[in-house]
């Protein structure tokens, strides 16, 4: 009885430890296919095709002259805007330009942002102007996932809608 007694105590102490339950099966968590730190996400693998917003763009390290560039911008002037200009998308629009394009193109969309009276050789566009508000839609969507020379870009920044919205705002606050 004494000894039944004490085999079950011991069994009961091994049960507890990390020994008991640790060895060697508790290793999986470690093995398994993670992004650890100081790791980035693997490139996408050749063919792969965005799932969202049809974007087939040039590779962005690839340098182009701004006639290839206006070329490409023209060619994407079919793009139709799939979100309407309500009154909730020119809100969300006004907010988004004013995180990420007031700094140049300032309040006003005239260019005179903060950093927009910085710029030496060409200021950021007036957005009034005929030049960007002749543009269709799928022109300034161009511009805002590629950039242009001066001008960084937002495929990174801003999702899809984002920029949709983005423009909904521009069509309302900008031009006559
Ligand atoms: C760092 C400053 C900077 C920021 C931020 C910036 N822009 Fe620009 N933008 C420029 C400059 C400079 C140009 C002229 C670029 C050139 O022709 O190389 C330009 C040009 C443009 C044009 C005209 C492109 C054309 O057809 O030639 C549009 C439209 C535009 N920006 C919209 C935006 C919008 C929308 C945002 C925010 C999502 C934005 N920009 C953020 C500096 C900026």
Redesign the pocket.
């Known amino acids: 009885m004494k000894r039944t007694l004490c085999s079950i105590f011991i069994l009961l102490i091994l049960g507890q430890t990390t020994i008991a339950w640790g060895f060697p099966w508790n290793k999986d968590f470690v093995d398994q296919l993670a992004i650890k730190a100081q790791e980035s996400l693997a490139p996408p693998g050749p063919n792969s095709v965005p799932v969202e917003g049809g974007e087939s763009l040039p590779s962005l390290s690839a340098l182009i002259t701004e006639q290839e560039m206006d070329a490409l911008?023209d060619a994407a002037a079919v793009i139709q805007n799939p979100v309407p200009a309500n009154a909730e998308s020119v809100v969300l629009g006004e907010y988004l330009?004013q995180m990420?394009?007031w700094?140049?193109?300032g309040a006003q969309g005239d260019g005179e942002g903060p950093?927009?009276l910085k710029?030496a050789t060409?200021?950021?566009?007036d957005?009034n102007e005929d030049y960007?508000q002749d543009?269709t839609d799928g022109?300034?969507f161009f511009?805002?996932t590629r950039g242009?020379?001066?001008?960084?870009f937002?495929r990174d920044a801003?999702s899809v809608e984002e920029r949709w919205h983005?423009i909904n705002y521009?069509r309302q606050a900008f031009g006559s």
């Open positions: 911008k330009y990420n394009c700094v140049c193109h950093v927009g710029f060409k200021a950021p566009v957005l960007t543009q022109q300034i511009t805002i242009r020379a001066l001008m960084p937002y801003l983005v521009l």
